[in-house]
Structures are given as C-alpha cells and as structure tokens.
Nanobody, 125 residues
C-alpha cells in the first residue's frame, strides 16, 4: 500500500527556516502530482504547495515567495523549504498525492489521497 511519512518539523522563531521532507513508498513520484497541506487547530486544512510530475509548482498566496516545494525523483522524496516563517504558519504539515496524474486545485483537499501522519511546525513570535 502506498504510504507517505513527513519529517523535519520543529519549533523555530519568527523569521526562521525549516525544511520538511516526505518519504514516499510504492509510488514513483516522477509520475505523480505531490502536494503539501497544513492545518492549524480549529481551522480547515489548507493546501499550500503542489508540484507536478515535471516539477512545475504552484503555491497558495499565504506562502508564495517564502516556501518552495521540490523533489528528488531518484530518492523518491518530496521537500518543502520554508523561509521567513511567521506565527500563523504554525500547524500540522502533511504531504499527499493527487488522485490523478496531474495536480488538482490546492483548495480541493478531497482530490488528494495517501495522506501522511503529519509533522508539527511551531513558530514563536
């Protein structure tokens, strides 16, 4: 069964950086759309970044210019470099795969699957 595991979360000060990783098993990400989502307590899950099989990326306005998604097709790893972190970036971060070979809108979480267990990111002011 396809499964994803996130890592790299932690606690940082406002303005700091973190790099998250997502290890993907049994699915060649070179042929898939991958995405990052996050969820803060009491809020809905928010799609923040997606990356097509060819490497093309899209970002939510809330993180554009600060976060960068990338992948290593050989290692079958997905990454999310997060810079200039803000307290509002605090939450659980998840990686997932699209139900299709292409990426759906980041606002359509229901179109994604194989959710990882998540990794916590906490940004203090």
């Amino acid at each position: 069964q396809v499964y994803l595991v996130e890592s790299g979360g932690g606690s940082v000060q406002s303005g700091g950086s973190l790099k998250l990783s997502c290890a993907v098993s049994l699915l060649p990400i070179r042929e898939a759309c991958m995405a990052w989502f996050r969820q803060a307590p009491g809020k809905e899950r928010e799609g923040i970044a997606s990356i097509e099989s060819d490497g093309a990326t899209k970002y939510a306005d809330s993180v554009k210019g600060r976060f960068a998604a990338s992948k290593d097709n050989v290692k079958n790893m997905l990454y999310l470099q997060m810079n200039s972190l803000k307290p509002e970036d605090t939450g659980m971060y998840y990686c997932a795969t699209s139900k299709y070979p292409w990426c759906s809108s980041l606002s359509a979480a229901s179109e994604y699957k194989n959710w990882g267990p998540g990794t916590q990111v906490t940004v203090s002011s």
